[in-house]
C-alpha cells in the first residue's frame, strides 16, 4: 500500500491585525468624521453670517451689541421723553426692548432678516410685543418723519448723509440721539458717558434751523448776483 503525503493547503489566509478589512474600516469611518465635521462648520457658518453682515446697504455696518452702559445712557438723555421711538438699526433690539419698558411705544428698522425675527422673539419673551414692533428695512428707504424720537447707532461714513435725511423728515419737537459717533455739523444739546459708551442727543429745532440759515443765504447769494 502506498503512503500519500498531505501538505497545508495555502487557500487559507489567517487574520492578522492591520489587515486590509481594519484598513478599509478605519477609511470609512475618517469619511464620516469629515462628513461630521464639515456640515457643523457650515451650520455655523450660515448661523453665524447673517449676525455679523453688514446691516445698511450702503455702508458697511456690522452688528456690534449695545452695551448695557450705552443703553443706560442713552434713556437717560430721553428721561423727560415719552412717545414714540425708533431705532435705526436695531440689531438684536435690545435698544427697542428696553425703551418700550420705559413705557415708549418703541420701533425698531433692520435689513438683517435674522436679527429681526430674533428681536421679535426676544420682545414676546420680555413681555413688551405689544409695545414694539420690528421691520425688514433698508433705512435710506423709510421716512422718520412721524417718530418724535431717534436713536441711531451709526458709523462715520454714513453720518453726513444722515443729517440730510433726517433734517429734512424730523418735526422741530424731535430728539435724536447718536450713539459712538456724533454727527459731524450738529451741535448736541446734551452728552452723556465717555468713550464707545458715549451718546449725544439733538434738537430738532437746533439742526433744522440749519437748512432755513442755508436757504435764506442762498436766497440772498441769488440776490446780490442778480445786481
Known amino acids: 500500500m502506498s503512503n500519500f503525503d498531505i501538505k497545508p493547503s495555502h487557500t487559507t489566509e489567517n487574520y492578522k491585525p ?17 462628513c461630521v465635521v464639515g456640515g457643523s462648520l457650515v451650520a455655523l457658518y450660515s448661523v453665524a453670517v447673517p449676525f455679523v453682515a453688514p446691516a445698511l446697504r450702503k455702508v458697511c455696518l456690522p452688528f456690534v451689541p449695545a452695551t448695557s452702559t450705552q443703553i443706560e445712557n442713552v434713556l437717560k438723555v430721553l428721561l423727560t421723553r415719552s412717545g414714540s421711538l425708533v431705532d435705526i438699526g436695531s440689531g438684536d433690539g435690545r435698544i427697542v426692548i428696553a425703551a418700550a419698558k420705559r413705557g415708549f411705544k418703541a420701533v425698531g428698522f433692520e435689513l438683517n432678516p435674522w436679527l429681526v425675527w430674533y428681536s421679535r422673539y426676544k ?101 446780490t448776483q442778480q445786481k
Request: aromatic letters at 12%; charged letters at 25%; one cysteine or more.
Open 123 to 223: 420682545a414676546w419673551r420680555e413681555g413688551v410685543h405689544h409695545s414694539t414692533s420690528f421691520y425688514i428695512s433698508d433705512l435710506w428707504k423709510v421716512s422718520f418723519s412721524q417718530y418724535s424720537n431717534v436713536v441711531i447707532f451709526g458709523v462715520p461714513q454714513m453720518m453726513e448723509q444722515l443729517e440730510i435725511k433726517l433734517q429734512t423728515e424730523l418735526h422741530s419737537s424731535s430728539k435724536v440721539v447718536a450713539c459712538r459717533f456724533p454727527f459731524p455739523t450738529w451741535s448736541p444739546d446734551d452728552i452723556a458717558g465717555e468713550g464707545i459708551d458715549t451718546v449725544w442727543i439733538y434738537d430738532a429745532k437746533t439742526f433744522k434751523t440749519l437748512i432755513r440759515n442755508d436757504k435764506d443765504n442762498e436766497g440772498q447769494d441769488d440776490v
Open 18 to 34: 492591520g489587515s486590509g478589512s481594519d484598513t478599509s474600516l478605519k477609511k470609512r469611518l475618517g469619511v464620516i468624521a469629515t
